[in-house]
């Protein structure tokens, strides 16, 4: 097997973000794990046992990424065609996003407004029907 790493070059961005975000989620597993083994008492210093299996899991999953991000045929190829994939999207416009989201957000007021005058009809209704008492 080569050390060098696969395709190098080719989906850089992919790879880094990749490996940047199961880096993030790594190290909050390391913090879990520290926090978890420091309430264990074996008999060392709770503050070696902490950072030593820490530093292990972080080592571990360090390796795993290197090896999944550089050198696993199957996920080079994957994020090496994706990254392709994504140079041929057609993106939207700043105009085009700022539309949509004043659409969503006057709908979700009319929507909001629909609901609250149906709401106030109804319990008006069973008020002046005196199904529904409203004295509490």
Avoid: H
């Avoid at 420091?38 to 503050?47: H, L, N, Q, R």
């Avoid at 969503?104 to 069973?126: E, H, N």
Wanted: charged letters at 15%.
């Amino acid at each position: 097997m080569s050390m060098a790493i696969r395709k190098f070059g080719q989906g850089y961005w992919t790879r880094l973000m990749s490996v940047i975000g199961f880096g993030m989620l790594s190290v909050l597993g390391a913090i879990w794990l520290w926090r978890l083994v420091e309430t264990v008492d074996v008999g060392v210093p709770a503050i070696y046992l902490a950072s030593g299996s820490a530093f292990m899991f972080l080592a571990a999953i360090g390796v795993l990424l290197w090896w999944f991000a550089g050198f696993n045929p199957k996920s080079v190829d994957f994020l090496v065609a994706t990254e392709g994939e994504m140079k041929k999207v057609n993106w939207s416009s700043r105009r085009e996003i700022v539309g949509s989201t004043v659409v969503v957000i006057a709908m979700t007021i009319i929507i909001s407004l629909f609901c609250w005058v149906c709401d106030f009809a109804f319990s008006s209704l069973f008020v002046w029907m005196r199904v529904l008492d409203m004295r509490s």
